[in-house]
């Protein structure tokens, strides 16, 4: 299967599908495509979740400051206060007046541009975050997509903001055509990136709500054919630390729009040494690796045992799909998440895990599938007093 890619137009070519069977809750994403254009490096997946699919995540599920816990809220800020000090650093305060955020969250990034005498503005899809802005920092937030947003758009802004963005578009290219459009002179991206991988969860790069898995190779390829050139980058390793969903490193880099049609690639960026190919390669390699390591744990699970898994997500997909799981004698699900209760998966009942329910189904063991919450799942089972062995697949 061929495909065009959305940023050079060349062809690109399905590189590495991950089977995630029956298991996955998604319908149409029972395997996930990852394609790679060779000519640009760009690495994206085929079948990204529907879009009405993604949108409700964004509106209902993730990505809002209000009502988390104020560990997770100063993690933002902090985020932020790299990310412009960063800015900063490579531009004059006094070179932009005008901010716009796409994807501006709670408001919490654009409170501190606001705070140093910006005039600021941004778009978000959830209406919860689009109110707390306006309680808590008197921001102006539009609750609409990038597209509505261009509709009713009549200024230009001299510094455009795009932080964990740019991976869930469907296609980058044109939004940064959009984005140059409505621009006077500086973009802020931070994306994660593939130049660096944590090879922890197997597969656990191609998140389902991204679209796009950047190298500098592609970002620099996209960048340049919508005008802009690097001002400076920065590779990001981890700094949530394991116990967030955010497991992979980024890259933070500011760009400076040029008033041509694009300038050739290799006079303006450095070259990569490694190619987004061989990234992409060593990573499917490296994840084959830790997937038999984790079906040699598995394996060894007796076959009688009365077992629950705690997570229903990918990840149980994956071992279901590439591992004996699926013949072991499971009694239950244990997750957190409501969307997932009072419904069968592989004919089981799905819970919220407590001691007295695991107590009603004997329960002798419980295997953690999930690489970010396992250190946050094992002290909620220990701390519940449940004396059932607990089966952990990562270091
Ligand atoms: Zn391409």
Redesign the pocket.
Known sequence: MTDI??????E?KIKHVVHYGEFIVHEGYEQQFIAL?S????IYSMNPLPIDMSNFYYESNVRYDYGIDRKRVDGLLNRSRRQMNFILNKIAISSFQTVLEIGAVAGGNLSLYKEIGKDVFGTELSQRNVDYAKKQYDINLLCADFECFLKSNQQAYDLVILSQVLEHIFDPYNVMKHVSSINTKYVFIEVPSFDFKYVDMPYGMFIPTHHSYFTME?LS?LMNRAGYKLIDANLLLNEWGRNTPITTSSVQSVWEKINTDGIKTDEAFPLSTISSEQHLDIYIDRSKVRLSEIANIIEQIPNDLRLAVYCVSRHTALLYEKTSLGRKNIIKFYDKDELFHNRKIMGLDVSSFCKADAEANHIEAILVSSYEYQPAIVNYIRDSGCRCDIITLYP
Do not use: Q
């Open positions: 890619c959305c940023i050079c137009k060349s690109s254009c000519n640009c490096g760009y592609s390829g």
